[in-house]
């Protein structure tokens, strides 16, 4: 029995030129040891193999890698550690065509789920590999290490594209170097040792540098992490202002098309999620710095990306319940998880209704015209500078802005009193998310740490900001569901008691978060806050 | 994990023929598979091709200073590694009433019993190749095996062996492996061989209805250092061995 080879090589030979350099390996290996080639057995074919991750490289991020070996039927999935250290193996049936949401029960799901959920596993690189084995024997006939000799052809399937700039590029088949592995006989560490110490001396023998799916990247012109919904542009302070805005909203714009085609293909909901806050980020930047910019650009397109956001709310908001619901059936104390079913199929439906909307909305004139008329304005404006003479630099511009944006905040935040309306508070939200957008916009500017201090503070006011508009927003949309079930006669009596259990559930966690504002709204906008904003903003005095 | 032993108190009736070629088939069939050499003569390590030796001796396994999982051996084959003999296995039975560390057993004749356990994840099937004898090395063997697959001469002598065996095993307190025999070195031209098959498949159902022919091929094993189910797989050897093993698969 043979354990997994962690000698790997790879022949460093012109094309052509591989059966020679083989051959001396083969060569100098028979120095030491009896070589004899290993037929293959019956009816095995070449070695299919398909590497996994989600659109933004999170088991990649998390340093594992996922492949599934696929077999006559079903298949083995290993997870490893990037350097080959094997994590977690399970059998698979059989691979679904299409990307799967969840993967089937087992050690390998149980490793990963956390990481992944909700984002679907795509296909990320796949490979056909024909091996020959060679047996290394000793003087008694035995084989005590083999060699295996790898030729893999390598091609990246079709998926949504990563990045608006990188899809011209991306070559989808490549052949590898062939690779050389010595795998070890159980027993006989120190024979795989001695065969692996010949080899390293044969000239055109190299060492692996990287795993197979690494090498396979390269050679496709992949890079990993490719995908990130971050916003970081590149800018610098003294760039002119419009030259930082315009690349700001590019980058924006990437990530909007970036998710198009995962959207459209319904792969999972993150893509409409990361679609839709690069949609409101890009509203926030236009809104707030779009004074750089020519008049007429910000205010027709100011219109355009309200209503690229209006179209996607209603399948963004039935994801929202749909992910949720689980959690949501669990928490009923009166009713039963069940009762809640009709309302999952009523969502379903809906879903399903809304998808084929939206689908017709991203596939037509309307978001075409915004994607190419609005790259093209703004690739000018990076390119050419602005239409006005002496702009002011990207600094400047940051400072003003987000100085303007936390006062409003603070202003906004401290009138706000216990008898004040619920309005107040979801006004402060926006002001506060707009604060954070110029923040996360400007980060590169910015001093790191005091930028992770305002931050932090920040986010725990928008947290307990979002709970108390959130739970408002979904009570109110759990009662016209309710309305919209009874209407289609789609809602038995106990589903709308269950329901009104939610509905309560969600009234008390307001409740809750409304408590909590005045707290996180001192820490925030108090003196400390303050000084910590000033710190940010002017630099420690 | 299941455990096959083949075993019989008579030396040179089959046993580690059929310890190997069993093992191999079941290897072929993609169970996982362990073969423990426990013959001093160490056959079944000659036979793949391995080297009678295991580091500090049976004494380092049997006391447990030495893991029974450093000593295995991966063999030529896909799934079937070996736990090679040595020739310090001369003494087991010494080693086998003698102090062992972990040893929560007590009693020396689950000792070997215990030494396997850990194995349990890795392993689908143990086959046991037992020296020939009764000694405490055969009695753990009995112990510690689910299945004693027992080849016999077809002689009205080596049926008494069956029985006394039979006894033996039914004597056990709690675990009592099930008994499986099979004619060995069987020859159609021999009547008494004839005759012998032919009665004891009728009285006894613990008698295999396969029986392995004496045959020049599988003496060939030790030339060629294979099984023969591995180097002449078409061979009516190789049948008798695959049949005899499908019939272990249904009857235990």
């Not at chain 1, 696929?70 to 679904?96: I, K, M, N």
């Not at chain 1, 750089?292 to 027709?300: F, M, Q, R, Y």
């Not at chain 1, 309307?366 to 990207?394: H, Q, V």
């Not at chain 2, 045959?215 to 180097?231: G, K, W």
């Amino acid at each position: 029995m043979t354990a997994p080879g962690v000698r790997g090589f790879v022949l460093e030979a012109l094309p052509g030129d591989e059966q020679n350099l083989l051959s001396a390996a083969l060569a100098t290996l028979a120095e030491a040891f009896t070589v004899i080639a290993e037929p293959a057995a019956p009816g095995a074919g070449p070695r299919r193999r398909i590497w996994l991750d989600t659109f933004d490289w999170r088991l990649y991020r998390a340093g594992l890698v996922l492949v599934f070996e696929q077999a006559r039927r079903g298949g083995r999935l290993l997870l490893s550690q990037a350097d080959g250290t094997p994590q977690a193996e399970q059998a698979v049936t059989s691979w679904p065509r299409r990307p799967p949401l969840d993967l089937p029960e087992g050690p390998v799901r149980d490793r990963i789920i956390v990481l992944t959920r909700p984002r679907a596993l795509l296909p990320v690189v796949r490979a056909v590999s024909t091996a020959s084995v060679t047996r290394l024997l000793n003087a008694d006939g035995k084989t005590v290490a083999r060699l295996v000799a790898d030729r893999i052809t390598v091609t990246a399937p079709s998926q949504p594209a990563a990045s608006h700039a990188a899809t011209s590029q991306t070559a989808t088949t490549a052949e590898l170097a062939p690779r050389l592995a010595v795998t070890e006989v159980r027993g006989y560490p120190g024979q795989a040792r001695r065969a692996s110490a010949l080899l390293a001396g044969v000239p055109g023998v190299a060492p692996a540098s990287q795993g197979t799916f690494m090498a396979a990247l390269t050679a496709l012109g992949r890079h990993p992490a490719d995908y990130n919904s971050g916003v970081a542009a590149e800018i610098t302070a003294a760039m002119p202002a419009p030259v930082a805005v315009a690349r700001l909203l590019l980058r924006l714009l990437d990530t909007v098309e970036s998710n198009v085609d995962g959207v459209l293909r319904d792969i999972d909901t993150e893509f409409l999620h990361d679609l839709r806050v690069a949609v409101r980020r890009t509203r926030s930047a236009v809104k707030l710095l779009g004074a750089v910019l020519p008049d007429e650009l910000a205010k027709h397109y100011q219109a355009e990306f309200k209503w690229l956001g209006d179209v996607t709310t209603p399948v963004r908001d039935l994801d929202v319940h749909l992910l949720g619901f689980d959690a949501m059936a669990a928490q009923l104390e009166a009713a039963s998880p069940a009762d809640l079913e009709p309302l999952r199929a009523f969502l379903a439906r809906r879903r399903a209704r809304e998808i084929r909307r939206l689908a017709a909305a991203l596939r037509g004139p309307r978001f075409r015209a915004i994607a190419d008329d609005w790259r093209k304005a703004l690739l000018e404006i990076r390119d050419t500078g602005s239409a006005r003479r002496r702009p002011p630099a990207a600094v400047t511009l940051a400072l003003s802005t987000t100085g303007r944006a936390f006062r409003r905040v603070a202003t906004q935040g401290g009138a706000i009193i216990p008898a004040s309306p619920p309005e107040s508070l979801h006004d402060l939200r926006k002001r506060a998310k707009e604060l954070r957008y110029l923040l996360e916009f400007f980060a590169p500017l910015h001093d790191p740490v005091a930028y992770r201090k305002v931050v932090g503070d920040l986010k725990q006011l928008q947290d307990c900001l979002g709970d108390f508009q959130d739970s408002e927003v979904q009570r109110g949309e759990i009662s016209s569901l309710a309305e919209a079930m009874l209407a289609e006669r789609a809602a038995p009596a106990v589903t709308l008691l269950a329901m009104g259990e939610i509905a309560a559930k969600l009234a008390r966690s307001q409740a809750q978060a409304r408590e909590e504002f005045a707290v996180r709204f001192a820490r925030f906008a108090g003196p400390a806050g303050q000084e910590r904003v000033r710190v940010l903003l002017e630099g420690p005095s | 994990m299941k455990i096959f032993a083949t075993y019989n108190i008579k030396g040179g009736v089959g046993k580690t023929t059929a310890a190997v070629n069993l093992a191999y088939l079941s290897a072929a069939d993609g169970h996982r598979t362990l073969l423990w050499d426990l013959d001093p003569q160490g056959a079944a390590s000659f036979l793949f091709r391995i080297k009678p030796r295991v580091k500090g001796g049976g004494k380092a396994l049997i006391r447990g200073t030495k893991a029974l999982d450093d000593a295995i051996k991966g063999t030529d084959f896909d799934d079937l590694d070996l736990i090679p003999a040595d020739f310090t296995y001369r003494n087991m039975d010494l080693l086998l009433g003698g102090p062992a560390k972990g040893n929560t057993a007590k009693k020396p004749t689950r000792r070997i019993a215990q030494l396997l356990r850990p194995l349990a994840a890795e392993y689908d099937h143990v086959f046991l190749d037992c020296p020939p004898s009764i000694s405490l090395v055969s009695e753990n063997v009995m112990h510690a095996a689910d299945v004693l697959v027992v080849p016999l001469i077809p002689t009205t002598l080596s049926v008494r062996t069956l029985d006394q065996l039979t006894e033996f095993v039914a004597g056990f307190d709690g675990h009592r492996p099930q008994i499986l025999a099979f004619f060995s070195m069987a020859d159609r031209r021999k009547k008494l061989h004839q005759e012998t098959i032919k009665d004891l498949q009728a009285e006894r159902v613990n008698v295999a209805a396969t029986p392995i022919p004496s045959l020049s091929l599988i003496e060939r094993m030790s030339v060629e250092r294979a099984p023969v189910t591995a180097f002449a797989p078409r061979s009516v050897a190789a049948r008798a061995y695959r049949d005899l093993w499908a019939e272990l698969g249904k009857k235990t």
